[in-house]
């Protein structure tokens, strides 16, 4: 099994800029978790992606709606992900969750592994 934990959600102006954490233990050299993923559930929508990357190569994809403001990255020595979120809007407030699969995709079911989530909140 697999485990995810995410770190650095908060209360943030808009304009501002927050970075989340996601730490992956337990059976982290498996294939299952090849992908890392950042999905997110804004009141009352649903879960949405909005970015992922592959463990080897950093190979990256995004969502439109976050292109030029959020970057992914990742530390395969710490099985960590990290989502650098600039420019924030009071639109990106949301649960935002950590996922990992063996696919890199935008679509929830190719995730298996997934974190309990961090509140983050854009004032205006």
């Known amino acids: 099994q697999v485990q995810l934990v995410e770190s650095g959600g908060g209360l943030v102006q808009a304009g501002g800029s927050l970075k989340l954490s996601c730490a992956a233990s337990g059976r982290t050299a498996t294939t299952s978790i090849n992908i890392m993923a950042w999905f997110r559930q804004g009141p009352g929508k649903e879960r949405e992606f909005v970015a992922g990357i592959t463990r080897i190569g950093s190979n990256t994809i995004y969502a439109d709606f976050v292109k030029g403001r959020f970057t992914i990255s990742g530390d395969n020595a710490k099985n960590t992900v990290y989502l650098q979120m600039n420019s924030l809007k009071p639109e990106d407030t949301a649960v935002y969750y950590c996922?990992?699969?063996?696919?890199?995709?935008?679509?929830?079911?190719?995730?298996?592994?997934w974190g309990q989530g961090t509140q983050v909140t854009v004032s205006s």
């Open positions: 996922a990992a699969g063996p696919n890199l995709s935008p679509r929830q079911s190719q995730y298996d592994y």
